[in-house]
Every structure is written in C-alpha cells, then in structure tokens.
C-alpha cells in the first residue's frame, strides 16, 4: 500500500522557520517528481514547491521564492521542506503529493497524496 507521510507541522512565531517531512512508503519513488501543496481555509489549494526525480530542479509559487526550500532524501522516497522567514499567510494544511509525470504537480492531479500536516504561524 502506497503511502505519504506529512511531519514537522506546527504552530510557530511570525519570522520563525519549520522544516516538513514526507516520507514515501510502499513502492519506489526514485523516478517520481514530488511535490509540496498547500490550503488555507475558505482558500484554493496551491501548489508550493516541486522537484524532480533526481532533485536536479526545483519550482516555487512566487509567494515563497527565497524563505522556502524543497528537497530530496538520499533514497529518493523522501521529500523535505525547509520554510524560513514564515509569516501569517503561511498558514495552511500542507500537503505532499508524488507523480511519475511531472506535469501533473502543475495541474493539481499527482498520483499520490499525503494526508497533510497543520502549520500555523502567529502573528
């Protein structure tokens, strides 16, 4: 059984920083891109960050370019987010997803999600 497991959420100050871990289980993930989402209430899901398989490129929504950072685990079946400088609007249930076509990150239909991780920033 496929599955993808959020950790590292929380609640956290305003400026503060929060690393996320998503570890894949059930399959090998080594030629999968993978992915970081997000949703807020009352808000649509966006897609955060992104890398491919091999890590050798990465994406970020233009609302987190240069706090957030996305990476890869040595086995490949494990995806970080390193987040800095966190503000209120960060807010959100964060979701990890994975898909062996990577363009399904951008239309918000991987093959596979995690079941999601709360952080809060206070202001």
């Known amino acids: 059984q496929v599955q993808l497991v959020e950790s590292g959420g929380g609640l956290v100050q305003a400026g503060g920083s929060l690393r996320l871990s998503c570890a894949a289980s059930?399959?090998?993930?080594?030629?999968?891109?993978m992915g970081w989402f997000r949703q807020a209430p009352g808000k649509e899901r966006e897609l955060v960050a992104a890398?491919?398989?091999?890590?050798?490129?990465?994406n970020y929504a233009d609302s987190v370019k240069g706090r957030f950072t996305i990476s890869r685990g040595d086995g490949k079946n494990t995806v970080y987010l390193q987040m800095n400088s966190l503000k209120p609007e960060d807010t959100a249930v964060y979701y990890c997803?994975?898909?062996?076509?990577?363009?399904?990150?951008?239309?918000?239909?991987?093959?596979?999600w995690g079941q999601g991780t709360q952080v809060t920033v206070s202001s």
């Open positions: 059930g399959r090998t993930f080594v030629n999968f891109a």
């Open positions: 997803a994975a898909t062996i076509f990577p363009e399904r990150l951008r239309r918000q239909s991987p093959d596979y």
């Open positions: 890398i491919n398989w091999d890590g050798g490129s990465t």
